[in-house]
């Protein structure tokens, strides 16, 4: 199995790198990568493009490019452009070229990695001039209007060929659960791996961020078969001598993919911080089964232990059906119940949905509250079957299902969670409007159908030769 491959966004300010990533990724969860301080910030998000997936990269902006790369933007843009497999390099048609543009050319061609120009804001100008004009950087160039998604299946396909084949990873049995490791630096992740596998693979220290790459390992507790991943902390990381290292976010992205199931560490010492919401919210965009671990539990006294529980309670509220387990996992208190969580949310995860249970459960949710009416009529939803498993993705068909309301489709979520026990388990619908089975189809005439029409025509014919 492929790691994701990584696709960096690089540009000038306001050019458009922001709206492309945000077409691309379709989603407005984007992992955001925190540094106090600095004036833009890198936006991680997951993209499908031309069937195959990508992690993509929004950057800073580049004022003056490679001579002032020691600005904090410009140190961020830097760092993601050595984590990526491909640098998308977008300029505005607009503006057209100017001095940046071509500075921030002949940096990134020392870089040899692949490079694709993406140009910019060039709906309603003339495409002829604004290729002449691009082809003055000495690659060639794509026309795009991100904000109307106009050239974006073009680009895809250019990206997608563009990018190296990878080097395989080591395949991982399918026996068993794959668990990820998740959470910010000295959430206890480490030692929680170590603890799992009963010897020290992953250096545990208190110092946060001595994780760099995954660290995965397989290990049989009660019969249970588990691989494991230790992530990277995901958060700021100080103390190099440019004072902030390498950001590990990709690492733990890819390792997500690879898992069944992820656990999130939550240092309940140091409190909820919007990064673990952050962290929360893109494994549920994965698709992937949760897991909420309050690790260092015993550290909090009865008050701080209430406050702790309100806290998740407060800023995970997205995330009530994952369930939420209490541990130390230096003193490995806690474990039993955290195997437990995991394998029922993997269980969970993993079910057999049959299509006539699905349809039951749907016709029942409908019966005792039907759809709201939409615009034109009340939606029509007529059966549902399994679209896959992690996502768990569910799939429902009827007539005018694009007029279903937001309220509606988090009611029958709740109407399926709460049927098939899919605690832990983000569900998805998809609605799908049923064909129409006599469309395109003419209806077959009686004889005595056929009789009238030819009285008819007879009758037409002798009007005309009166007049």
Known sequence: MNDLPVVAIVGRPNVGKSTLFNALTRTRDALVADFPGVTRDRIYGRARLAERDVILVDTGGLDDAADEMESAAQHQTRLAVDEADLVLFVTDARDGLIPADLEITQWLRGLDKPLIHAVNKSDGLDADL????????????????????????????????????????????????????????????STLLNRLMGEERALATPTPGTTRDPIRGRVERDGQVYHLVDTAGIRRRRGSQEGI??????????????????????????????????????????????????????????????????????????????????????????????????????????????????????RAAV??????????????????????NFPTRIIIHGNRTAEVPEQYRRYLINAFRRHFNFTGVPVRLLFRDSDNPYAGRKNKLTPRQIQKRKRLKDFGRRKKRRK
């Open 130 to 189: 604004v290729l002449a004009e691009a082809s003055e950087l000495g690659m060639p160039a794509l026309l795009i209007a991100a904000s109307h998604r106009r050239g974006l299946d073009r680009l895809s396909s250019a990206i997608v060929e563009a990018l190296p084949a990878g080097e395989s990873t080591p395949v991982i049995d399918s026996e068993g659960i794959h668990l990820a490791l998740i959470g910010r630096p000295n959430a206890g992740k």
């Open 367 to 388: 019966e005792a509250h039907a759809p709201p009416g939409g615009k034109h009529a009340t939606p029509k939803l007529r059966y549902a079957h399994s679209g896959g």
């Open 245 to 362: 290292e390498r950001f590990s976010t990709i690492k733990a992205l890819q390792a997500m993919e690879k898992a069944d199931v992820v656990a999130l560490l939550l240092d309940v010492a140091d409190g909820v911080s919007e990064q673990d919401a952050r962290l929360a919210g893109h494994v549920i965009d994965a698709g992937r089964a949760l897991v909420i671990v309050l690790n260092k539990w015993d550290c909090l006294d009865r008050d701080q232990r209430n406050q702790a529980l309100k806290d998740v309670a407060e800023r995970l509220s997205f995330a009530t059906f994952a369930p939420v387990v209490t541990a130390s996992a230096l003193h490995g208190s806690g474990l039993g119940e955290l195997t437990d969580a995991i394998e029922h949310v993997h269980g969970a995860a993993s079910q057999d949905l049959s299509t006539p249970a699905l349809t039951r459960v749907l």
